[in-house]
């Protein structure tokens, strides 16, 4: 398979320098997400992903929705699909996610359990499913954006309030991560969440309750940073993103930028310009910078890697082009910005 997807590789002018080994040499994993089906039915797809990435995450297969579809019925082909491919290639299996208000099956979502219900539903689904891909997935997003846009606290959810699962406050959140810890001692564990790249409200309720998590002793090993950003978004300035980096570090935890996107304008036909992919680059490089001043940040993902397949262009009408690959599976300037910032200043002028 390596030697095939290589020869694809470079037919179809794939470039010789990977994101993967230039990560390594930095101490830094390099991510997408990614599915199943494109894998199985892209050739290019899977040859490039095995090529640039030694981290791997499932865009939606390994979520509830995805996981449990029919009430009592586990299908875990998928995600154990992804953890055979990840180990032939030599990549790490990130998993995404245990607890959402989102994207949960509708007899879970609309099926009007009481508080205890819900808690044993929780309770067995992380137990089961972090147990099933113990010593397979290496760090879990366990709860994923549980606060509120403005600030104020936890956004309302059918685990917290809606009508929760019987604990107040955060405490639902401690739970689902000592039983994510229970399930799979070694499992890095992750609370993810978006809007949350610079300092503002929503990071600072995020530092809060990272800070009280650790405090409970609740065990909590990173924060996840999803970077769904736009080139032209004025505060995400390095200065910005690095003070924020630097205040989760400080708590000892890892950082993991897990869901990278820079969106831009795109024409009809998905096409951005020459200013906007430049600008688009400058964000890329810009922020894996930021990353790599600090040693606690030791995973950067895209959400998804080629412009071929990314959920902006549904979610944000008139933009797209996020990624580092076009539709051809061609590095883009974003691509570039990235390689070279991991190869650093000495490395980059060295070839
Ligand atoms: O698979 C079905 C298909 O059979 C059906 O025909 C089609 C039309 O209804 O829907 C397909 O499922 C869609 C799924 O993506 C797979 O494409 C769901 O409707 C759609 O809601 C789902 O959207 C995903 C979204 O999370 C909700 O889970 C996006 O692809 C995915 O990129 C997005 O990812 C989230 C992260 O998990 C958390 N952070 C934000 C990020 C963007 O929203």
Redesign the pocket.
């Known amino acids: 398979m390596r030697i095939l997807a290589v020869l694809l590789l470079l037919a179809a002018g794939a470039p010789a320098q990977t994101l993967r080994s230039a990560g390594e040499r930095r101490g830094v994993l390099m991510g997408t ?1 990614a599915d199943t089906m494109d894998i199985a039915h892209d050739a290019t797809y899977a040859a490039t992903l095995a090529q640039q990435y030694n981290m791997i995450e499932a ?2 297969e390994m ?1 509830w ?1 995805g996981i449990q579809p029919t009430q009592g019925v586990f299908n875990f082909t998928p995600g154990d699909t992804l953890a055979t491919f990840a180990e032939a290639h030599g990549m790490k299996l990130r998993g ?2 245990l607890c ?1 208000h ?2 949960n099956p509708r007899w879970l979502a609309k099926g009007d359990f009481t508080p205890s219900q819900l808690y044993t539903l929780l309770e067995t689904y992380i137990t089961t499913v972090a147990g099933h891909f113990k010593g397979k997935v290496f760090a879990w997003d366990v709860v ?2 549980a606060l509120a846009g403005d600030g104020s606290g936890l956004r309302d959810s059918i685990w917290y309030n809606q009508p929760g699962i019987g604990l107040t406050g955060p405490a639902y959140i401690d739970q689902t991560f000592r039983w994510a810890h229970a399930a799979d001692p070694q499992a890095l564990l992750f609370y ?1 969440e ?1 809007d949350v790249e610079d300092i503002n409200p929503k990071s600072d309720a995020m530092y809060s309750l990272a800070k009280g998590m650790l405090a409970r002793g609740v065990p909590i090993h990173g924060v996840g940073l ?1 970077f ?1 950003v736009s080139a032209s978004q004025g505060s995400l300035t390095p200065a910005a993103l690095e003070a924020n980096m630097a205040r989760f570090a400080a708590l000892g935890l890892q950082i993991h930028i897990t ?1 990278l996107d820079v969106r831009i304008p795109v024409d009809a036909d998905g096409k951005a310009s020459a200013s906007d992919l430049a600008a688009q680059a400058q964000r890329y490089r810009d922020i894996v910078s930021a990353c790599l001043k600090y040693p606690a940040c030791t995973a950067i993902q895209t ?2 890697f080629t412009d071929k397949r990314s ?1 902006i262009p549904h ?1 944000y009408k008139g933009y797209g082009a996020a990624l580092p690959f076009d539709k051809e599976y061609q590095p883009k300037p974003a691509f570039a910005s990235m390689l070279q910032v991991l190869k650093g200043p000495t490395e980059s002028t060295g070839n």
Do not use: F
């Open positions: 997400a865009e939606n979520k929705g995404h996610n959402w989102s994207y994923n954006e993810n978006y999803q769904h869901e959400w998804g959920w979610a």
